[in-house]
């Protein structure tokens, strides 16, 4: 398959145009949409006038962005002055911004055409969305960044943004198949972005490959200033970390959890597998009392943000909000600040503590999800397998390289050290090309 850099290559020798790259992209949606559901908006026009623009842009010599023509598709959380930004629920139908992301302004700076608005959960949570999953339309994509996923998976689009605030890109990565990247808490502006929880929420990007995750990423990443959580220094180059190789073979730790009993046994079986093949490079580690209040401590920061960034929505009309939020809601109004301000020190506690841990292992080996996608009715999976990494901010990338008897795909995660993605990439990267050669 082509990537996204081999694509804008292509490009720039004049042997492939913009505008043939966004008709195929909705030559695959008119093919599949209509059963795999994947976008909340799309503007066709807007699309191949923009397609043209970066053509234009080419044949006339001018300088060309690394994402160059390149069709990419945006979470509906997204705001976007030139497309609506309804972030799946009823009560912000219509809702039109005034100015554009960060993230945004970014791609649009690399060239890249956003062809349309990815559907997501309500409110960027866990009810489910009308999305399903490309591999098989009987089961979910996993949320809240479904349609991104599945826009990716059903070959869409090369290219896809989401974010993620307790396993949002990961599991829906895994479970449709496709790979996925949450990068250090920080990298990427969250401006413009429905803001959920402000001390968790962070963007996430979807790919065919971990090379064209890592050019998304660089894209996608800089400081800003009105973002908490940005941080005014240089950015790992991700693109380059994936294409390179390691100076020795890596070194990974598997950590036995505490939810691990939620752990299907297709996916426990499959990870036994993984850890085999990578033979005397994987430690294990018992961290079911280390880790245990972990989980907790992510629940109660999000909860009690939540209540205090979305709780507008269930006063001012409960009939349009569903179960789940509105429980998460009355759950977070609960929580003192006392608990709110204690969790955040278990935060920032292990932060602390893994930012040594890296020295001695290039990457934590763990599932991406408890394993494959549930049946569509059944909701949007469980998160668990993302939680700690992402109350963590850590940076978290999943592969396609599992599945069970009936062809659902399962995902492996490896974990990074903080502000160390590129060498994540390229541990990840190295994983990929190691298993590949063991199965030959």
Same mark, same amino acid.
């Given at each position: 398959?082509?990537?996204?850099?081999?694509?804008?290559?292509?490009? +720039? *020798?004049?042997?492939?145009?913009?505008?043939?790259?966004?008709?195929?992209?909705?030559?695959?949606?008119?093919?599949?949409?209509? *059963?795999?559901?994947?976008?909340?908006?799309?503007?066709? *026009?807007?699309?191949?006038? +923009?397609?043209?623009?970066?053509?234009?842009?080419?044949?006339?010599?001018?300088?060309?962005?690394?994402?160059?023509?390149?069709?990419?598709?945006?979470?509906?959380i997204? $705001?976007?002055?030139?497309?609506?930004t309804?972030?799946?629920?009823?009560?912000?139908?219509?809702?039109?911004?005034?100015?554009?992301?960060?993230?945004v302004?970014?791609?649009?700076?690399?060239?890249?055409?956003?062809?349309?608005?990815?559907?997501?959960?309500?409110?960027?949570?866990?009810?489910?969305?009308?999305?399903h999953?490309?591999?098989?339309?009987?089961?979910?994509?996993?949320?809240?960044?479904?349609?991104?996923?599945?826009?990716?998976?059903?070959?869409?689009?090369?290219?896809?943004?989401?974010?993620?605030?307790?396993?949002?890109?990961?599991?829906?990565?895994?479970?449709?198949?496709?790979?996925?990247?949450?990068?250090?808490?920080?990298?990427?502006?969250?401006?413009?972005?429905?803001?959920?929880?402000?001390?968790?929420?962070?963007?996430?990007?979807f790919?065919?490959?971990?090379?064209?995750?890592?050019?998304?990423?660089?894209?996608?990443?800089?400081?800003?200033a009105?973002?908490?959580?940005?941080?005014?220094?240089?950015?790992?180059?991700?693109?380059?970390?994936?294409?390179?190789?390691?100076?020795?073979?890596?070194?990974?730790?598997?950590?036995?959890?505490?939810y691990?009993?939620?752990?299907?046994?297709?996916?426990?079986?499959?990870?036994m597998?993984?850890? $085999?093949?990578?033979?005397?490079?994987?430690?294990?580690?018992?961290?079911?009392?280390?880790?245990?209040?972990?989980?907790?401590?992510?629940?109660?920061?999000?909860?009690?943000?939540?209540?205090?960034?979305?709780?507008?929505?269930? $006063?001012?009309?409960? *009939?349009?909000?569903?179960?789940k939020?509105?429980?998460?809601?009355?759950?977070?109004?609960?929580?003192?600040d006392?608990?709110?301000?204690?969790?955040?020190?278990?935060r920032?506690?292990?932060?602390?503590?893994?930012?040594?841990?890296?020295?001695?292992?290039?990457?934590?080996?763990?599932?991406?999800?408890?394993?494959?996608?549930?049946?569509? $009715?059944?909701?949007?999976?469980d998160?668990?397998?993302?939680t700690?990494?992402?109350l963590?901010?850590?940076?978290?990338?999943?592969?396609?390289?599992?599945?069970?008897?009936?062809?659902l795909?399962?995902?492996?995660?490896?974990v990074?050290?903080?502000?160390?993605?590129?060498?994540?990439?390229?541990?990840?990267?190295?994983?990929?090309r190691?298993?590949m050669?063991?199965?030959?």
């Amino acid at each position: 398959m082509t990537t996204a850099a081999e694509l804008v290559d292509l490009l +720039r *020798d004049g042997k492939v145009t913009s505008r043939h790259l966004v008709e195929q992209s909705f030559a695959r949606i008119e093919e599949t949409e209509a *059963d795999v559901q994947a976008w909340a908006y799309l503007d066709k *026009d807007a699309a191949l006038a +923009r397609a043209d623009e970066m053509d234009a842009i080419r044949h006339t010599g001018r300088p060309m962005g690394p994402l160059h023509g390149i069709p990419v598709g945006l979470k509906d959380i997204i $705001d976007t002055r030139d497309m609506p930004t309804e972030c799946g629920t009823p009560l912000m139908a219509g809702r039109q911004p005034d100015a554009d992301a960060a993230l945004v302004e970014r791609l649009l700076d690399a060239g890249a055409v956003i062809i349309g608005k990815t559907v997501t959960t309500e409110f960027a949570f866990m009810y489910p969305s009308k999305t399903h999953n490309p591999h098989n339309l009987d089961h979910s994509p996993g949320g809240s960044s479904a349609g991104s996923a599945a826009a990716v998976a059903a070959g869409h689009v090369p290219l896809a943004v989401g974010s993620q605030t307790n396993g949002s890109v990961i599991r829906p990565a895994a479970f449709c198949g496709t790979y996925g990247f949450k990068p250090t808490t920080g990298i990427i502006s969250r401006r413009g972005l429905l803001s959920q929880s402000p001390v968790l929420d962070q963007v996430g990007v979807f790919a065919t490959n971990i090379e064209d995750l890592g050019l998304l990423a660089d894209v996608l990443g800089g400081y800003d200033a009105s973002d908490t959580l940005s941080y005014p220094r240089p950015r790992p180059g991700m693109y380059k970390g994936a294409k390179s190789e390691p100076p020795v073979e890596p070194n990974f730790i598997w950590f036995e959890m505490p939810y691990f009993d939620r752990l299907h046994d297709d996916a426990r079986a499959g990870m036994m597998e993984v850890i $085999d093949a990578l033979g005397g490079q994987v430690e294990i580690m018992d961290a079911e009392a280390s880790f245990g209040s972990l989980v907790e401590a992510h629940q109660i920061i999000m909860e009690y943000q939540i209540a205090q960034s979305l709780g507008w929505a269930l $006063d001012k009309d409960p *009939d349009n909000v569903s179960p789940k939020i509105a429980d998460s809601i009355k759950r977070g109004r609960g929580f003192s600040d006392e608990a709110f301000a204690e969790a955040c020190e278990i935060r920032t506690n292990t932060i602390e503590y893994f930012k040594s841990f890296f020295r001695d292992f290039d990457a934590i080996l763990t599932p991406s999800a408890p394993g494959p996608a549930p049946r569509f $009715d059944e909701g949007t999976g469980d998160p668990i397998f993302s939680t700690i990494w992402t109350l963590c901010g850590l940076p978290c990338v999943t592969m396609p390289l599992l599945g069970t008897e009936n062809g659902l795909p399962m995902g492996v995660q490896l974990v990074g050290g903080s502000e160390e993605d590129d060498r994540l990439l390229r541990t990840a990267n190295w994983m990929l090309r190691h298993l590949m050669n063991e199965n030959e």
